[in-house]
């Protein structure tokens, strides 16, 4: 962290002495007060006194001898009096207005005398203070440089600022060529494709044109803004296009400007001067163009992706907080639960009897009462065959409290067990939801790393396909939010988006005030699942207890087959709830375990006798990866080509036992696969139920299902049949 601090720190000072000399060598009068200008408009941004040190050590370097440098020193002092004016007062400090008028009132009167009495004319002394003043002021207020403090994203500057700054920039660029090599042609060529790239064609075109004008200005030849201002046009028209492409067309504008200017100076040396800044701009890393993109965001949308990165680093740490404290409550109910108390209760209750004994120490129960009492909260018989044995006067009384106090303990035993089933119940729910809240903390950690690069193509690229864009935010996994008209519907946004970024999903649309409207949107699936259910009632009853879920969340589908206990009414009752149940939870987030564990303490909580065979099967259509879960239901069938994979499970149905009890695996599926679900009605009466299914697959889902339904009916309805039959497809694109 330190190196890069001080890393941060040399490149501040090296690009403002750079600016500094830039501005010190222009010496055409009408370019020089911008040599002063840049000066003030440092001292004016809140930057560090060092950068009239600077200035003075570039105004020497430009132009050697006692005059510059008195010139220069004097416009040094004046803006170092200035700094310890600003910092002495806290109001002037805070108001940018007011170091304006410090400044102003400080270093203009300055500047002219300088200049006059080393020997310029009053006429010089005023432009100089003038223009130096007027042109400082704007720069101070759009310029993105804060010496000492770190650099400001040229997103800040308006388009005023920025077209000064430009002119100035290259203005001092256009004097400084060693070895007869034009700086300033390099930079040039470098610094118009970025803009383009990075912040918009417009502006990448409205910028070169001014760079165009500021190495003109230095030389004082409008042909060479003729030929610079023709690349900035052809890089403009063919910037849509890969790197290398806008970066060759801004060469070739060049040369055939120099060429139809045959004025143009210089000739090959700046065709060579630009074809070295295009060759650096094309051969920029992908990672360097997205951190330039970054570097010139529009300040509006920086401040919106600084606040939402802050929400996402603040996010997770509560959320993490909030989970690990939900993990101490789980762990501390789950500890709880009933204890046996009973052979303390009957110990104390007998030797109250053995105290109020006539017999007292002649009596030899005395010495075992304890074990005696243990024995029988036990079910043992040691006790009786004690009292039985031993001349005890108060033997009966002894057997009929330990049965009053068995009773007592045994009802107080009861009530801590159901009060224990109830913590572990609370513990297996609070668990679940502290892995729950700590995977949102996670994927909003992912969430929230939004790709500047990404955010700004769709924001520029989306109206080009019909869809306005009033600002987005998108995440290197291709997931964000674009707010859109509120007259665009969501398949409309979808195929506008997915133009832009490829194949995504609109998932929902939110109110985002009177014109806009958010369209939060995922990376679109590469499969999609096809189904189809058929099911026939036990023969007597009208309604069937088997029922489905199908439903999607995300690129997550979730398959579903439960079978009620009974039949009828109550079972469909009965098994609808269980869908339900499951579907919520896999909606909130919960992964499909932790659905089947809530619909098992939801049935086991419930008095009498209340179970279902369930089948559950979350697919990931982005993968293709199946998670097969089965509770006390008949195998699942995955059939792959001609071949026909069994997955058998669990025997016991969810809500038989107090903790569920289910199989759970994990296969691969490929589009073109099927996967059959049936009932226990189906596969009691089919003996060979892989056979019976290969028979009746076909291309049609439908036919499968009623196929093997019907197969099944043949032998009698003794019991609901049910069959779910899913086929992977793939997803068609946007």
């Given at each position: 962290?330190?190196?890069?601090?001080?890393?941060?720190?040399?490149?501040?000072?090296?690009?403002?002495?750079?600016?500094?000399?830039?501005?010190?060598?222009a010496?055409?009068?009408?370019?020089?007060?911008?040599?002063?200008?840049?000066?003030?408009?440092?001292?004016?941004?809140g930057?560090?006194?060092?950068?009239?040190?600077?200035?003075?050590?570039?105004?020497?370097?430009?132009?050697?001898?006692?005059?510059?440098?008195?010139?220069?020193?004097?416009?040094?002092?004046?803006?170092?009096?200035?700094?310890?004016?600003?910092?002495?007062?806290?109001?002037?400090?805070?108001?940018?207005?007011?170091?304006?008028?410090?400044?102003?009132?400080?270093?203009?009167?300055?500047?002219?005398?300088?200049?006059?009495?080393?020997?310029?004319?009053?006429?010089?002394?005023?432009?100089?203070?003038?223009?130096?003043?007027?042109?400082?002021?704007?720069?101070?207020?759009?310029?993105?440089?804060?010496?000492?403090?770190?650099?400001?994203?040229?997103?800040?500057?308006?388009?005023?600022?920025?077209?000064?700054?430009?002119?100035?920039l290259?203005?001092?660029?256009?004097?400084?060529?060693?070895?007869?090599?034009?700086?300033?042609?390099?930079?040039?060529?470098?610094?118009?494709?970025?803009?383009?790239?990075?912040?918009?064609?417009?502006?990448?075109?409205?910028?070169?044109?001014l760079?165009?004008?500021?190495?003109?200005?230095?030389?004082?030849?409008p042909?060479?803004?003729?030929?610079?201002?023709?690349?900035?046009?052809?890089?403009?028209?063919?910037?849509?296009?890969?790197?290398?492409?806008?970066?060759?067309?801004?060469?070739?504008?060049?040369?055939?400007?120099?060429?139809?200017?045959?004025?143009?100076?210089?000739?090959?040396?700046?065709?060579?001067?630009?074809?070295?800044?295009?060759?650096?701009?094309?051969?920029?890393?992908?990672?360097?163009?997205?951190?330039?993109?970054?570097?010139?965001?529009?300040?509006?949308?920086?401040?919106?992706?600084?606040?939402?990165?802050?929400?996402?680093?603040?996010?997770?740490?509560?959320?993490?907080?909030?989970?690990?404290?939900?993990?101490?409550?789980?762990?501390?109910?789950?500890?709880?639960g009933?204890?046996?108390?009973?052979?303390?209760?009957?110990?104390?209750?007998?030797?109250?009897?053995c105290?109020t004994?006539?017999?007292?120490?002649?009596?030899?129960?005395r010495?075992?009462?304890?074990?005696?009492?243990?024995?029988?909260?036990?079910?043992?018989?040691?006790?009786?065959?004690?009292?039985?044995?031993?001349?005890?006067?108060?033997?009966?009384?002894?057997?009929?409290?330990?049965?009053?106090?068995?009773?007592?303990?045994?009802?107080?035993?009861e009530?801590?067990?159901?009060?224990?089933?109830?913590?572990?119940?609370?513990?297996?729910?609070?668990?679940?939801?502290?892995?729950?809240?700590?995977?949102?903390?996670?994927?909003?950690?992912?969430?929230?790393?939004?790709?500047?690069?990404?955010?700004?193509?769709?924001?520029?690229?989306?109206?080009?396909?019909?869809?306005?864009?009033?600002?987005?935010?998108?995440?290197?996994?291709?997931?964000g939010?674009?707010?859109?008209?509120?007259?665009?519907?969501?398949e409309?946004?979808?195929?506008?988006?997915?133009?832009?970024?490829?194949?995504?999903?609109?998932?929902?649309?939110?109110?985002?005030?009177?014109?806009?409207?958010?369209?939060?949107?995922?990376?679109?699936?590469?499969?999609?699942?096809?189904?189809?259910?058929?099911?026939?009632?036990?023969?007597?009853?009208?309604?069937?207890?088997?029922?489905?879920?199908?439903?999607?969340?995300?690129?997550?589908?979730?398959?579903?087959?439960?079978?009620?206990?009974?039949?009828?009414?109550?079972?469909?009752?009965?098994?609808?709830?269980?869908?339900?149940?499951?579907?919520?939870?896999?909606?909130?987030?919960?992964?499909?375990?932790?659905?089947?564990d809530?619909?098992?303490?939801?049935?086991a909580?419930?008095?009498?006798?209340?179970?279902?065979?369930?089948?559950v099967?979350?697919?990931?259509?982005s993968?293709?990866?199946?998670d097969?879960?089965?509770?006390?239901t008949?195998?699942?069938?995955?059939?792959?080509?001609?071949?026909?994979?069994?997955?058998?499970?669990?025997?016991?149905?969810?809500?038989?036992?107090?903790?569920?009890?289910?199989?759970?695996?994990?296969?691969?599926?490929?589009?073109?696969?099927?996967?059959?679900?049936?009932?226990?009605?189906?596969?009691?009466?089919?003996?060979?139920?892989?056979?019976?299914?290969?028979?009746?697959l076909?291309?049609?889902?439908?036919?499968?299902?009623?196929?093997?339904?019907?197969?099944?009916?043949?032998?009698?309805?003794?019991?609901?049949?049910?069959?779910?039959?899913?086929?992977?497809?793939?997803?068609?694109?946007?």
């Amino acid at each position: 962290m330190k190196a890069r601090r001080l890393i941060k720190t040399a490149i501040v000072h090296a690009l403002t002495f750079a600016f500094m000399l830039a501005g010190a060598c222009a010496e055409v009068l009408t370019v020089r007060p911008f040599g002063y200008a840049m000066h003030y408009a440092v001292l004016l941004a809140g930057g560090s006194p060092l950068a009239s040190a600077y200035y003075l050590a570039a105004s020497f370097i430009a132009d050697p001898g006692l005059l510059s440098f008195a010139a220069a020193g004097g416009t040094a002092i004046a803006g170092a009096a200035a700094g310890v004016i600003i910092s002495a007062c806290r109001r002037i400090k805070r108001k940018r207005m007011w170091r304006w008028i410090v400044h102003t009132l400080l270093q203009a009167p300055l500047c002219a005398l300088l200049v006059y009495f080393t020997g310029g004319t009053v006429l010089a002394a005023g432009l100089t203070a003038l223009i130096g003043t007027a042109a400082g002021a704007m720069m101070s207020f759009a310029v993105p440089l804060i010496a000492g403090k770190g650099l400001l994203a040229p997103g800040t500057l308006g388009s005023a600022g920025a077209g000064v700054f430009c002119i100035v920039l290259f203005s001092g660029l256009g004097s400084v060529s060693p070895f007869g090599f034009p700086i300033a042609y390099t930079v040039f060529a470098f610094s118009v494709p970025v803009a383009c790239k990075c912040r918009s064609p417009e502006t990448g075109m409205l910028l070169g044109v001014l760079a165009a004008a500021g190495c003109s200005l230095a030389g004082e030849d409008p042909y060479v803004f003729a030929a610079l201002a023709i690349a900035a046009l052809v890089c403009r028209a063919f910037c849509a296009g890969a790197r290398p492409i806008p970066a060759v067309a801004l060469v070739l504008g060049y040369c055939a400007g120099a060429y139809f200017f045959a004025e143009a100076d210089p000739g090959y040396t700046g065709a060579a001067a630009t074809a070295a800044g295009a060759a650096l701009f094309a051969l920029l890393p992908k990672r360097a163009v997205k951190a330039l993109s970054s570097y010139f965001r529009p300040a509006g949308e920086l401040t919106d992706i600084a606040a939402a990165a802050g929400m996402g680093r603040l996010l997770p740490e509560r959320l993490v907080s909030a989970s690990e404290a939900l993990g101490e409550m789980s762990a501390l109910l789950s500890s709880g639960g009933g204890r046996e108390y009973a052979a303390d209760c009957v110990g104390d209750a007998l030797c109250g009897v053995c105290a109020t004994c006539s017999r007292g120490e002649l009596c030899g129960m005395r010495e075992n009462v304890r074990a005696l009492a243990f024995d029988y909260a036990s079910g043992g018989s040691a006790l009786k065959s004690a009292v039985l044995g031993e001349p005890c006067m108060s033997g009966g009384r002894m057997l009929k409290l330990a049965g009053e106090v068995m009773r007592e303990v045994r009802g107080r035993a009861e009530v801590a067990e159901r009060e224990r089933r109830n913590a572990e119940s609370y513990a297996v729910r609070l668990e679940s939801l502290r892995r729950l809240v700590a995977k949102m903390a996670d994927e909003l950690a992912e969430d929230y790393r939004f790709d500047v690069f990404l955010s700004e193509k769709l924001r520029r690229d989306l109206p080009e396909t019909g869809v306005a864009c009033g600002g987005c935010l998108v995440t290197a996994k291709r997931r964000g939010i674009a707010l859109v008209p509120r007259v665009v519907t969501a398949e409309e946004a979808e195929k506008g988006i997915s133009r832009v970024l490829g194949g995504v999903r609109v998932e929902r649309l939110g109110d985002a005030g009177p014109v806009w409207q958010a369209a939060a949107f995922a990376p679109a699936p590469a499969l999609d699942i096809v189904y189809a259910f058929a099911s026939r009632p036990k023969d007597g009853n009208t309604v069937s207890g088997d029922g489905y879920s199908v439903t999607g969340f995300g690129t997550t589908a979730l398959v579903s087959l439960c079978d009620g206990s009974g039949s009828g009414r109550p079972a469909s009752r009965l098994t609808q709830t269980a869908l339900s149940v499951i579907e919520d939870c896999c909606r909130a987030g919960f992964d499909a375990g932790e659905g089947v564990d809530t619909v098992n303490s939801f049935l086991a909580s419930r008095p009498g006798e209340e179970f279902g065979a369930m089948d559950v099967i979350a697919i990931d259509l982005s993968s293709g990866e199946a998670d097969i879960i089965k509770a006390g239901t008949p195998p699942t069938l995955v059939v792959h080509g001609d071949t026909v994979t069994v997955i058998g499970g669990s025997s016991l149905p969810v809500g038989a036992l107090e903790t569920a009890s289910y199989s759970l695996a994990r296969r691969r599926l490929m589009p073109g696969d099927c996967v059959v679900l049936v009932s226990d009605g189906v596969s009691d009466v089919l003996r060979d139920l892989s056979a019976s299914v290969s028979a009746s697959l076909s291309s049609n889902v439908r036919r499968t299902a009623e196929g093997i339904l019907s197969e099944a009916a043949s032998c009698g309805c003794r019991d609901d049949m049910s069959v779910l039959v899913v086929r992977i497809v793939e997803a068609e694109s946007a």
